[in-house]
Structures are given as C-alpha cells and as structure tokens.
C-alpha cells in the first residue's frame, strides 16, 4: 500500500492547524467562513465506509472537536458537515460553521463566490487559536 499523500487541492486550498490521532485538520483559506477540513491520515480512503468501526468512531469524535473548536472562535447559527468527495475522492470531513447572512447563506458553501483568503496576520492568529482549542 502507498504512503498517506495529502490530496494536492486540498493541501492548496487549505493551510495545516495540526494532527490529531486519526485526522490532519486543516483550515480552509477562506475567511468569509469559519471552516476546517478533517483528513484521515490512511492512504486509499474515499468513504467513511473504508474505515474499521473503531476509526469511525474516532472520526465523528475528532469531528466533533473540531466544531466545538470553530464555536470557541466564532459563534453560529447552524453547523454543516460534509464528506462529499465528488472532485477531490480522498476522504476528508468538511466542518462548517454557519451564520445566516453570510456570504453563501442559505445555500452550500462549495462552489459559492470567490474565497478570500487569510491575511497572514489573521491566519497565524486563527491557528494558534485552533490549536489551543483543539488541545484541550
């Protein structure tokens, strides 16, 4: 089997907050949402389904922390989460937070205007917050 490789739209859509015991979480560089990406570190993943029970478990914990992570940043009004895969197969979780009114309310994240990048102020400043959160 071939090493764990982080997808190449993800890697450039998304800037690394830190590894947990299943997932690499992922912060996607756009500001207009607060938003990570959780990727399983196991190369050939596609579907939740790919995984033995006990990793499937620990996804939805570590998918759960990363939204109680994104809440200590910024409240909102409802939480998305999506494995959809349809452009990029390898498996990953998108955890959204949602505010109505924002940029892409009430419909779908993906796909909706441009991103905006962090600055890099603002990114540095996102991370270390996460970090401190998801570490807890």
Known sequence: MSPFELDRRLANDTRPVMSLALCDVLLMNDARFPW???VPRQAGLV???DL???AQAALWQEVNLAAQA???LSPFDKLNLGALGNIVRQL???V???REGDAAWPGPVWGSGRAEPYGEDALAS???KLRAALAR
């Open 36 to 38: 990570l990406v959780l």
């Open 47 to 49: 579907e939740i389904c």
């Open 52 to 54: 033995p029970p006990e």
């Open 70 to 72: 994104l809440r200590s």
């Open 92 to 94: 990953h979780v998108h």
């Open 96 to 98: 959204v937070g949602r």
């Open 126 to 128: 996102v991370i270390e």
